[in-house]
């Protein structure tokens, strides 16, 4: 089953980055760019899911250039994570080993930057295993591209050259963009996804990447 195989990054192969350091990070690039005393709603909308929307609406209040802020923003937080990895803050899961027998084209396609997915998959010795890596660029236009939309999902499916995946992520958006590509998903339930509720679903539910083998296998039915 499956050609390839395309992994979400942060929550399915590297750890999640801490909030605080999210919060921490959106509060100095407001400093950096003028804004001493920014709105702890507006410093937690900059943290994570940032929309092209909600980006404007937040430099509105500030009378900030968005182009300018993002930039800023996505550098910072970029250079944030790196240091959370160098750290030891921020690491892999325990059964990342389970790709190393993948006989399979993989790919990473993730929301995160992709100065910080490049370092993280760098540190810990993972870029090898993979033959196409995306992450957004800090620029405006990445947060219209990244997922639910399918845009960087569908760049790495033509880097591997085949439509006949799987995408495994930990969050609904990678289940939508999955299926806006045109291909499966295995929705990967760790700690941090416990009793979340799903709008869409998923070929495959898995508690954890040791379980990847038998849906490759064919063993593994889907879920209902």
Same mark, same amino acid.
């Given at each position: ?26 509060? $100095?690039? &407001?400093? =950096? ?5 920014? !709105?702890?709603?507006?410093? /937690? +909308?900059?943290?994570? %899911? ?16 968005? $182009?300018? &802020?993002? =930039? ?5 937080? !970029?250079?944030?994570?790196? /240091? +959370?990895?160098?750290? %030891? ?136």
């Amino acid at each position: 089953m499956y050609e390839a195989i395309v992994f979400d990054n942060d929550g399915v192969l590297v750890e999640l980055t801490e909030m605080a350091l999210h919060r921490r990070a959106a509060r $100095d690039t &407001f400093r =950096h760019v003028g804004v001493d005393d920014p !709105a702890d709603e507006h410093v /937690e +909308a900059m943290s994570i %899911g940032v929309t092209v929307p909600k980006l404007q609406a937040v430099c509105d209040q500030y009378g900030l250039d968005p $182009d300018r &802020f993002w =930039h800023e923003r996505d550098e910072l937080m !970029a250079r944030r994570q790196q /240091e +959370a990895i160098r750290n %030891g803050e921020k690491g892999v899961y325990d059964d990342i080993g389970v790709i190393d027998a993948v006989e399979r084209p993989m790919g990473v396609v993730s929301s995160n930057q992709q100065a910080t997915v490049e370092f993280g998959l760098q540190t810990f010795d993972l870029e090898d295993h993979f033959e196409t890596i995306y992450g957004r660029a800090p620029t405006v236009e990445s947060l219209r591209r990244k997922k639910p939309a399918p845009y960087y999902l569908e760049q790495a499916l033509s880097d591997v050259g085949t439509t006949d995946a799987l995408y495994v992520g930990d969050s609904e958006t990678d289940v939508e963009a999955a299926h806006a590509a045109g291909i499966d998903a295995a929705f990967v339930r760790r700690p941090h996804r416990e009793g979340e509720e799903l709008s869409v679903t998923p070929e495959f539910e898995i508690d954890g990447l040791t379980e990847l083998p038998a849906i490759l296998d064919g063993k593994r039915p889907a879920s209902d």
